[in-house]
């Protein structure tokens, strides 16, 4: 049987646009609040932690679990027209300091 995988890796730039859509659609976040730090976890599950400043300057860190960061990735690519198999199996894999969705067909 003949197996096919493809991985598309997110620049540092295209997450934060990604994690600050997702926060701004679910309130997390206010729309003129800003997205201060955001950094890629280390060890054994992929997650992200990034960091809103409010208005005010307070800060809140919020980190970004793999299955809310997989879902997010993938409305992004909707967003931007990024063809992605329907039928695939889909994860979320780090390639080196960046965050990477897996496909395997």
């Keep these: 049987m003949i197996e096919e995988h493809r991985r598309l890796t997110f620049s540092m ?4 646009a990604a994690v600050l859509s997702y926060l701004i659609s679910s309130k997390k976040m206010g729309e003129r609040d800003k997205l201060g730090r955001i950094a890629v976890k280390d060890g054994a ?3 992200v932690s990034a ?27 909707i967003k931007r027209k990024i063809p992605l198999p329907k039928r695939a199996a889909k994860s979320i894999t780090r390639n080196g300091d960046r965050v990477a969705l897996a496909f395997s067909l």
């Design 51 to 77: 960091t809103v400043v409010a208005q005010t300057g307070e800060q809140s860190p919020i980190d970004l679990g793999a299955q809310v960061l997989g879902a997010l990735l993938i409305a992004h690519c």
């Design 45 to 47: 599950d992929v997650s």
């Design 13 to 16: 730039d295209e997450l934060a």
